[in-house]
């Protein structure tokens, strides 16, 4: 059934109005991302034009929104230094904000890159960690980007080696609860939030099934719920399809995922889901 959501059709990200239902496109700067790791980089450097380039053809494939991250989070990833996020996040977002209409996010956990990437016109920030990094929340705090709390047990290191719920859908929410009133409390408005339960990082199959059978609950927050199943092992579970061959499971949970009220769907695979959102949204119509 499709819901019928009270949560915003719109969001301001440092002054950018963003409208839902939309699709943010997967930008990773990192050498060792599970599905795009290194495709950027040239000589063991990242080339910003090829970047860029790639960019470009998010947007022109209808992505509202660039998700840049330089700090692999995949299970088993290895933490990286700030100064090394900084060089891999920044000069993109600065080529990106100059030369192309799309709102900006940060995939980090970082204070420093949060800041900075601020300053270099970003309007997000996308945090795996929901700000709980040492220096996140004020960093965050300081600034006017809207702010994308995620669900994570454990970290990237280990999340996968044994995650354990009584009750994974109630625990993801209260997390998600606490967060935002921490959030809300250290000086964040209500309306720069964003709430996504964090498919894969520190859950099994069985969990991640429950989660997504229970969108319409954080649906029900009335704050932007975001989506991020991409070519993720998930689907590799059900499918016995490996990651270059996720396309069609990755759109199936799109779709679910928008029929429950989710408002942002982060993805590889930008001009198919941009069809997923356009063809769940002619359903939505009454008078079509």
């Given at each position: 059934?499709?819901?019928?959501?009270?949560?915003?059709q719109?969001?301001?990200?440092?002054?950018?109005k963003?409208?839902?239902p939309?699709?943010?496109?997967?930008?990773?700067?990192?050498?060792?991302?599970?599905s795009?790791g290194?495709?950027?980089?040239?000589a063991?450097?990242?080339?910003?034009d090829?970047a860029?380039?790639?960019?470009?053809?998010?947007?022109a494939a209808?992505?509202a929104?660039?998700?840049?991250?330089?700090?692999?989070?995949?299970?088993?990833?290895?933490?990286?230094?700030?100064q090394?996020e900084?060089?891999?996040?920044v000069?993109?977002?600065?080529?990106?904000?100059q030369?192309v209409?799309?709102?900006?996010?940060?995939?980090?956990?970082?204070?420093?890159?949060?800041?900075?990437?601020?300053?270099?016109g970003?309007?997000?920030v996308n945090?795996?960690r929901?700000?709980?990094?040492?220096g996140?929340?004020?960093?965050?705090?300081?600034t006017?980007?809207?702010?994308?709390?995620?669900?994570m047990?454990?970290?990237?290191?280990?999340?996968q080696?044994?995650p354990?719920?009584?009750s994974?859908?109630?625990?993801?929410a209260?997390?998600?609860?606490?967060?935002?009133a921490?959030c809300t409390?250290?000086?964040?408005?209500?309306d720069?939030?964003?709430?996504?339960?964090?498919?894969?990082?520190?859950?099994?199959l069985?969990?991640?099934?429950?989660?997504?059978?229970a969108?319409?609950?954080?649906?029900?927050?009335?704050?932007p719920?975001?989506?991020?199943?991409?070519?993720?092992?998930?689907?590799?579970?059900i499918?016995g399809?490996?990651?270059?061959e996720?396309l069609?499971?990755?759109l199936?949970?799109?779709t679910?995922?928008?029929?429950?009220?989710?408002?942002i769907?982060?993805t590889?695979?930008v001009?198919?889901?941009?069809?997923?959102?356009?063809?769940v949204?002619?359903?939505?119509?009454k008078?079509?």
């Open positions: 059934m499709i819901s019928d959501s009270n949560a915003p719109t969001a301001y990200a440092a002054g950018r963003i409208e839902f939309c699709v943010m496109g997967v930008v990773n700067t990192t050498p060792d991302s599970f795009d290194g495709k950027l980089y040239r063991d450097k990242l080339d910003l090829q860029l380039a790639r960019c470009e053809t998010m947007v209808g992505a929104i660039l998700d840049i991250g330089g700090e692999s989070t995949r299970p088993g990833a290895k933490s990286v230094s700030v090394e900084l060089d891999r996040v000069p993109l977002v600065e080529r990106i904000t030369n209409d799309v709102a900006v996010s940060l995939d980090t956990s970082t204070p420093q890159v949060i800041l900075a990437g601020a300053s270099a970003a309007h997000i945090d795996v929901a700000l709980r990094r040492d996140a929340l004020a960093a965050a705090v300081s006017d980007l809207a702010v994308c709390l995620m669900h047990q454990g970290e990237p290191g280990s999340m080696k044994a354990s719920y009584d994974v859908v109630d625990e993801v209260l997390f998600i609860q606490e967060r935002v921490v409390r250290a000086g964040i408005d209500i720069r939030l964003w709430i996504d339960p964090g498919f894969g990082f520190g859950k099994t069985s969990h991640n099934m429950k989660l997504m059978r969108i319409d609950r954080f649906v029900a927050t009335k704050l719920v975001m989506i991020g199943v991409s070519r993720k092992s998930m689907i590799g579970a499918t399809r490996d990651v270059s996720r069609a499971g990755g199936s949970f799109a679910w995922a928008l029929l429950q009220g989710a408002q769907i982060r590889h695979d001009a198919e889901t941009v069809d997923v959102v356009a063809v949204q002619a359903l939505r119509e008078n079509g």
